[in-house]
């Protein structure tokens, strides 16, 4: 998903959260973000940064991840 997000297509991003069940907190804002970012000019974005809990903990058994990233 991040790709799509990159890509600022928001119609693949929603296609492959229900294709693949993707569990992503937040798709609705982000995706609104990216459109409202389209809107103001703002035609692409870029992923910062990508860490799991399992990262800072060790434990992988059961993670959490975490982007961030900017829309320019």
Known sequence: ????IENMDEFKL???IIQYNI???GYGPVMTTMILSKM??????????????????GDLSSVVG???GIFK
């Open 40 to 57: 103001c000019g703002k035609n692409t974005s870029e992923i910062l940064a990508y860490k799991t809990s399992g990262d800072i903990s």
């Open 14 to 16: 929603l296609e492959e």
């Open 1 to 4: 998903v991040f790709e799509d």
């Open 66 to 68: 975490y982007a961030s």
């Open 23 to 25: 569990t992503m907190c």
